[in-house]
């Protein structure tokens, strides 16, 4: 089992910067892919970004491509979201994701708040 604990949310002007981490204890985070979601109020939640176990290969929804970097430190068993150019739109609670094969696991969420 993973545990997952996201961190670095807050209030933010538009076209500002956070950086979002997502801290795993328990099993190998190295062996899971990982992501972020997020879920704004009267919304589903809905994909951010992924990363696959070695870090090589992301993949983005178009609606924050080329604004947030997904990265992770296998090390450190930890993930990242670098979000730049911060819209209103962005303000959600954004969820980190750990999954193996069918099983995943989620964080408690951090509040990313954008004002315009």
């Known amino acids: 089992q993973v545990q997952l604990v996201e961190s670095g949310g807050g209030l933010v002007q538009a076209g500002g910067s956070l950086r979002l981490s997502c801290a795993a204890s328990?099993?190998?985070?190295?062996?899971?892919?990982m992501g972020w979601y997020r879920q704004a109020p009267g919304n589903e939640r809905e994909f951010v970004a992924t990363?696959?176990?070695?870090?090589?290969?992301?993949y983005y929804a178009d609606s924050v491509k080329g604004r947030f970097t997904i990265s992770r430190d296998n090390a450190k068993n930890t993930g990242y979201l670098q979000m730049n150019s911060l819209k209103p739109e962005d303000t959600a609670i954004y969820y980190c994701?750990?999954?193996?094969?069918?099983?995943?696991?989620w964080g408690q969420g951090t509040q990313v708040t954008v004002s315009s």
């Open positions: 994701n750990a999954r193996l094969g069918v099983v995943g696991y």
């Open positions: 328990g099993r190998t985070f190295s062996t899971y892919d």
């Open positions: 990363i696959n176990k070695s870090g090589g290969s992301t």
